[in-house]
């Protein structure tokens, strides 16, 4: 194990495949996007920010892109969904959910398994849900340690699955191990792998740093044990609700400000502010996204016919609360350690245009799949290649009283929405050559079959 994660934090990972395969698969991408004979450190500079194709050049185009349809995902929060019931949300509930689903040709769930730094089946390797406030709605907590002790809602939920011919993926917060009576026990018992500010006084709570081996070994316990399940694949996610002031000043680990001093000769530590932010922040930031590179190709070596798909913001950054770290998805894709990327996943209702990009109002556009196409297609799968699965992640309502009242909230521009308009917007997506759009969260469906029909046929 050691070994592995060793291999991990070096410059050439473990990938899925041997080397001679890898070397192959890499010159075939770099021809795909029009690299070919460009070294990495150009490539990367060819792949950054937000571009568009030279003029004339068509998409990338998968084989059978004409013919297949872009597919409908379900994102459940389990937590969410037993909290927004009034009744248990046991396996009959469950039942239910996943028939529903069915009927209405939603192909794969993502199962939430964690509620912040607490896990929602029986782990062996985590911290199972068992003294967590009565958040939400009253007695929600002791809704859940019942379940809990009498079922394994994942065992559960994977069966379901199967029965009703889902694909089903557990979803899993890997910067987002909770506080207080939240926290998981791993964080509780090594606050040092915490995220550590520059001035070496203030860490982020649950937020995991990745370069430590200690931390890889353990999620990678948590990604064995889950693969165990009998899975689909999983979906490891990096939205986070721990918060910390000023994001960017975060991730000052030991491991990281090393790795500075060997590859810049400076002590990131010891500079100024100004100096920092100048001449040092967006190496030092580059440098911190070297941990989810080395932590996905393990998880990847561990992966077998699963699919391992990640959960992003849209951009090459991570953002706020853990700064501006680098999401180095083409290196991901050219190493195979993904096979999916489920972008926007850390936005909830204000979401500004791409800058740059031709279409200058977002929600004048999103209902044209052309828009879909130039956003994601022109972009993330010319940066990743088709290989990689490119899916949206649309945000529907809160299943809280004060949304309930106020009806749609639009995901774009914050303004409010009735179901049929956002109905307009599935369709849409369902035209373009998206792979997938997965809607959040089926608490916001609330078991309401008004709602499901409003939404999809």
């Not at 790795?259 to 400076?266: A, F, I, M, Q, S």
């Not at 200058?360 to 799968?381: G, T």
């Not at 997506?429 to 079959?449: M, Y």
Request: net charge positive.
């Amino acid at each position: 194990m050691k070994k592995q994660v060793r291999e991990a934090m070096s410059e050439y990972p473990i990938t899925r495949h041997d080397e001679c395969t890898h070397r192959t698969q890499r010159r075939e991408f770099l021809k795909s996007v029009g690299l070919q004979g460009v070294g990495l450190q150009g490539v990367g500079a060819s792949l950054s920010g937000w571009r568009q194709p030279a003029d004339g050049a068509a998409p990338p185009q998968r084989e059978g892109a004409g013919q297949r349809k872009t597919r409908i995902m379900m994102c459940v929060d389990y937590n969410d969904m037993v909290a927004s019931n009034e009744e248990l949300f046991d396996e009959e509930l469950i039942d239910r959910f996943f028939s529903l689903c069915a009927a209405k040709r939603i192909e794969r769930v993502y199962w939430r398994v964690s509620a912040t730094g607490n896990v929602l089946y029986q782990s062996q390797v985590r911290t199972v849900f068992c003294k967590g406030p009565t958040t939400w709605r009253k007695g929600h907590g002791a809704k859940l340690r019942q379940i809990l002790s009498r079922c394994d809602p994942l065992e559960v939920a994977v069966r379901l699955a199967r029965k009703h011919g889902l694909e089903i993926y557990p979803w899993v917060t890997i910067f987002d191990d909770g506080k207080e009576v939240m926290q998981s026990q791993f964080s509780r018992d090594h606050p040092q792998y915490l995220w550590l500010s520059r001035d070496q006084k203030t860490r982020i709570d649950g937020v995991l740093c990745y370069f430590y081996p200690e931390v890889i070994s353990h999620r990678l316990a948590q990604v064995r044990e889950l693969l165990a399940y009998g899975v689909d694949g999983l979906l490891l996610s990096t939205r986070s609700h721990s918060r910390g002031d000023g994001g960017n000043q975060y991730g000052f680990n030991a491991p990281a400000v090393q790795r500075y001093r060997e590859r810049y000769g400076t002590d990131p530590l010891r500079v100024n502010e100004a100096e920092f932010q100048k001449h040092h922040s967006v190496r030092f930031h580059r440098i911190l996204g070297e941990q989810l590179t080395g932590f996905l190709s393990v998880v990847a070596a561990e992966m077998g016919k699963a699919k391992l798909q990640l959960a992003v913001p849209r951009g090459a950054t991570l953002g706020y609360p853990l700064g501006p770290m680098e999401l180095n998805y083409p290196l991901w894709a050219r190493r195979r350690l993904i096979d999916g990327l489920l972008v926007g996943a850390m936005e909830w209702i204000q979401v500004e245009p791409i800058p740059g990009f031709p279409y200058q109002s977002v929600a004048d556009s999103s209902r044209n799949p052309e828009f879909w196409n130039q956003w994601y297609i022109d972009h993330y799968q010319r940066a990743c290649g088709p290989q990689v699965e490119v899916a949206h992640w649309l945000r529907l309502w809160g299943w809280l009283g004060t949304y309930r009242t106020q009806g749609m909230l639009d995901p774009w521009v914050g303004t409010v929405k009735r179901p049929a308009e956002l109905r307009s917007l599935i369709d849409c997506l369902r035209q373009s050559r998206v792979d997938g759009v997965a809607l959040f969260e089926a608490a916001s469906l609330n078991f309401d079959k008004a709602l499901w029909d409003a939404l999809l046929a």
